[in-house]
T-cell receptor, first 112, second 114 residues
Framework: DQQVKQNSPSLSVQEGRISILNCDYT??????FLWYKKYPAEGPTFLIS?????DKNEDGRFTVFLNKSAKHLSLHIVPSQPGDSAVYFC???????????FGKGTSLLVTP | DARVTQTPRHKVTEMGQEVTMRCQPI?????VFWYRQTMMQGLELLAY????????DSGMPKDRFSAEMPDATLATLKIQPSEPRDSAVYFC????????????FGQGTRLTVV
């Protein structure tokens, strides 16, 4: 049973615009959330994270928002660049275990 | 340049053969994960170790998969016998510390079982 869900398999955005990637989770014990970016033929690389004690974390063009009551988080990329084209995975973990639970990913295409 | 190293990068094997995938975690990292990526399931957790002890291998088909850490610098994932449905990309990742830390991934082993 998928505890972390990314319901949009793909997203296309024009360069310079905002990309918004969404993620939902079902396990209320999750308290740490991460976004990973993956290029073809490479492993996922860590992008940004957020703890459940916060509702926003920003790093340059990337901002993650967490809505605990809705069990929802989102990644905003502003402005989007062609080099951001990749698959983005949402992941979550809780203090009952060390493993990251991943969603199925959203493929982002940023067009010039 | 600290990174997780996986070998081989690609493996094509015939059904029924044994497959061994190897992973060298980042030096000093005490948590090692094995994930499998498929189109249908995304990134599935197969097993993970902390301080070389297996903590959870519930994601692995026990009859054919086994994961070990012979020492702190090597993790192995074996499939015996392999089946076509095992075809996927297998990732190893390592992490330092407890639950709220990011994991660093290797480049993966692309396994094709024909």
């Amino acid at each position: 049973d998928q505890q972390v869900k990314q319901n949009s398999p793909s997203l296309s955005v024009q360069e310079g615009r905002i990309s918004i990637l969404n993620c939902d989770y079902t396990n209320s014990m999750f308290d740490y959330f991460l976004w990973y970016k993956k290029y073809p033929a490479e492993g996922p690389t860590f992008l940004i994270s957020i703890s459940s004690i916060k509702d926003k974390n920003e790093d340059g063009r990337f901002t993650v928002f967490l809505n605990k009551s809705a069990k929802h988080l989102s990644l905003h990329i502003v402005p989007s660049q062609p080099g951001d084209s990749a698959v983005y995975f949402c992941a979550a973990s809780g203090n009952s275990g060390y493993a990251l639970n991943f969603g199925k990913g959203t493929s982002l295409l940023v067009t010039p | 340049d600290a990174r997780v190293t996986q070998t081989p990068r690609h493996k094509v094997t015939e059904m029924g053969q044994e497959v061994t995938m190897r992973c060298q975690p980042i030096l000093g990292h005490n948590t090692v994960f094995w994930y499998r990526q498929t189109m249908m399931q995304g990134l599935e957790l197969l097993a993970y170790f902390r301080n070389r002890a297996p903590l959870d291998d519930s994601g692995m088909p026990k009859d054919r998969f086994s994961a070990e850490m012979p020492d702190a610098t090597l993790a192995t994932l074996k499939i015996q016998p392999s089946e076509p449905r095992d075809s996927a990309v297998y990732f190893c990742a390592s992490a330092l510390g407890g639950a709220r830390t990011e994991a660093f991934f290797g480049q993966g082993t692309r396994l094709t079982v024909v």
